[in-house]
């Protein structure tokens, strides 16, 4: 219900509002804060969830997909000067290539480490 109790319908701006504000993490509860700021509108996020399923449900989506969009172009772009660091990023998180450094301890030689002490205590008279 909206003010005054009249059926709630949603309009072409209140349902960018949602999903925009969905899609930056925004909290049901304060989203349905920022309608009735805006749009003087008073909802429970149930009743949010049944007028806006499809923002609530793709608004994360939209943004993820802008953002890797616009990270592949620029990992595309030789001239851009962020290319090599995006470029090695995403092939970091998109395609799971990996930097693989190895240390091995060894004794001399190569030869296995001795389990026997390295130390040796002298006791004497000076």
Known sequence: MGIMGAAFKPTD???KMVQHAYS???RQVDICQLLRSKSNVAL???TLRKHFPEELSCGRSSVEYNIRASAIQVACDKDHPKFATMNIWMQKTLLGINETNVHEITGPDG???SSAPSWVVIVGKE
Do not use: H, V
Request: proline share 17%; charged share 50%.
């Open 24 to 26: 930056i993490g925004m």
């Open 111 to 113: 030869e296995p480490l």
């Open 13 to 15: 701006r209140d349902r």
């Open 44 to 46: 429970d996020p149930k």
